[in-house]
């Protein structure tokens, strides 16, 4: 797995306040938010979302794109925040600052960029390629967070990109500030469309080295896994034909082979080819009568020829879910849904219980797999062995545990079946629903982005406080000169070590 350093060095613990700002760039809509922050494990949510121009998608210059989203973020705040905006515009011809604004004066921003990037600190990523249909060359190998500021700052807007945003390490910051308790979040996951974990990691433990800057004090870090990625070669994964057809049809043959396993993207593809092998063995009466006593309607079973079964994704991961949640004895809510949405029609209660029987073996692997990321995060963290913590608090996001009927309850099925974890050890995990971490995540992520500049603002101020201590007299020797600068460097070192302490 990759298992990305994220440059997150602190998560939340619900008493946090204040107003922050988080944008969302993640396909084909920019949604600008702010999020204030009550201090109380609460929050309020504002948001407006505007849909990218085509053309600005595969554009000759990153800036026409980048000053386009600046152009929103403008907007939004003279429709939300028109007072507080107003009166930094007013403000910034009396600050001497080279921004014209002081720190406490500025919204500070978490930017959600859902495209692959190279990270080199928390508000710093350079762009590694565009997927979901943008194609802009000139921004390859720039710094997304500093394409930003600078079209934000040509709007003279009093803000501050303060974060560059994995949307999965936002869900575990958000579960982190909504939780109660006194236990912390220890793992944000997703379980929808695709899926992927971030974790609390201590810095002794990441064996790659991290490059750029990041706050070293708290001998923690926030990594991003990239779990989708886990096994590509299949060395321990399970595997169907199924499995084997789907990967070798996808856009990406080869990867992302533990989420094709997993995420709603594919488990409706799964169901939909073992469904059909079913319906093409001869050994099979799937969906097909001999005659209309063989069906409890008393008619004979027909499937279209433009049904979904017979297309590549013609089968969406939803039926599977109304197929989970039917348990009247008649499966009537089911067969009506495939009839509605795969044309089949007048399917047997027989046909029906098969098809429900097939999907719910695909939901239950994918929730067994789930288990196994989960249960890895909750070992590797020492907190199952840890008689202090009475809980290990877990941030899911995504359509799975979300809607789908008893993912969760399948996962912790197979968590106790874990030998290290057991039923005691599942019992002390609580799974709970964190939502929009692209959002409240990224506020939260630029608030810990604040609060760090804050802190080597405040150190800057120390050292050159302490520099100016030291006379500036001419004349002197040149030994005078060097225990001069000796003592400086020593003065900048006890004011590091004192808060450090």
């Not at 600190?121 to 190998?141: C, H, P, Q, S, Y």
């Not at 991290?210 to 989708?228: A, K, L, Q, R």
């Not at 079964?309 to 004895?329: C, E, N, R």
């Not at 288990?371 to 290990?392: F, H, M, R, T, W």
Request: aromatic share 8%; with cysteine; charged share 25%.
């Amino acid at each position: 797995m990759s298992q990305i350093p994220t440059y997150v060095t602190g998560v939340p613990n619900g008493t946090e306040k204040g107003l922050y700002l988080a944008v969302d760039l993640g396909g084909t809509n920019f949604r600008v938010c702010s999020v204030t922050l009550n201090g109380d494990t609460t929050f309020n949510l504002t948001y407006n979302k505007v849909a990218i121009p085509k053309e600005l998608m595969v554009t000759d210059k990153a800036s026409k794109l980048f000053a386009f989203l600046a152009l929103q973020i403008e907007n939004f705040l003279k429709e939300h925040h028109s007072e507080h905006f107003e009166s930094h515009r007013r403000r910034r011809a009396t600050i001497s600052t080279p921004s014209g604004y002081r720190e406490d004066e500025v919204f500070h921003l978490g930017f959600t960029f859902s495209f692959p990037v190279q990270q080199l600190a928390i508000n710093k990523g350079n762009l590694m390629r565009w997927t979901k249909g943008f194609d802009i060359e000139d921004a390859v190998g720039k710094d997304v967070c500093a394409l930003l500021q600078t079209e934000i700052d040509k709007l003279k807007l009093p803000v501050k990109v303060a974060a560059l945003v994995n949307d999965t390490v936002g869900t575990l910051m958000a579960r982190s500030y909504t939780s109660t308790g006194a236990q912390r979040s220890t793992l944000g996951a997703i379980f929808g469309t695709g899926t992927n974990g971030a974790y609390i990691e201590k810095t002794s433990n990441i064996k790659k080295k991290i490059e750029g800057e990041y706050d070293e004090s708290t001998g923690e870090m926030v990594i991003n896994t990239e779990w989708g990625s886990f096994d590509n070669q299949l060395n321990v994964l399970p595997t169907t034909p199924w499995d084997k057809e789907l990967d070798t049809k996808s856009v990406n043959p080869g990867f992302q082979m533990f989420e094709k396993r997993i995420s709603g993207m594919f488990l409706g593809e799964i169901t939909r080819l073992a469904i059909l092998e079913m319906m093409q063995s001869k050994d099979s009466t799937l969906f097909r009568d001999d005659n209309s006593s063989h069906n409890d309607w008393t008619t004979t079973t027909t499937v279209a020829s433009q049904s979904g079964l017979y297309k590549q994704w013609g089968l969406d991961t939803a039926i599977m879910s109304v197929a989970a949640a039917d348990s009247t004895p008649e499966l009537s809510t089911l067969r009506q849904e495939l009839e509605k949405d795969l044309n089949i029609y007048t399917p047997s209660l027989e046909d029906a219980q098969a098809f429900k029987t097939v999907a719910d073996a695909v939901a239950r692997r994918a929730a067994r797999l789930s288990a196994v990321a989960i249960g890895a995060v909750a070992i590797q963290s020492g907190l199952l062995k840890d008689p202090e913590a009475e809980v290990i608090d877990i941030g899911v996001d995504g359509s799975l545990v979300e809607h789908y009927p008893f993912f969760r309850d399948m996962i912790y099925e197979a968590l106790r079946s874990i030998d290290e974890i057991g039923i005691q050890g599942a019992s002390k995990i609580r799974i709970g629903v964190a939502k929009d971490g692209s959002g409240v995540g990224a506020a939260l992520i630029a608030l810990v982005a604040a609060k760090m500049d804050k802190s080597s603002g405040s150190l800057a101020t120390e050292v050159k406080r302490e520099l100016d201590s030291i006379p500036a007299e001419t004349g002197l020797s040149n030994t005078a000169l060097t225990v001069g600068g000796l003592l400086g460097v020593a003065a900048i070192a006890a004011v590091w070590w004192t808060r450090q302490r």
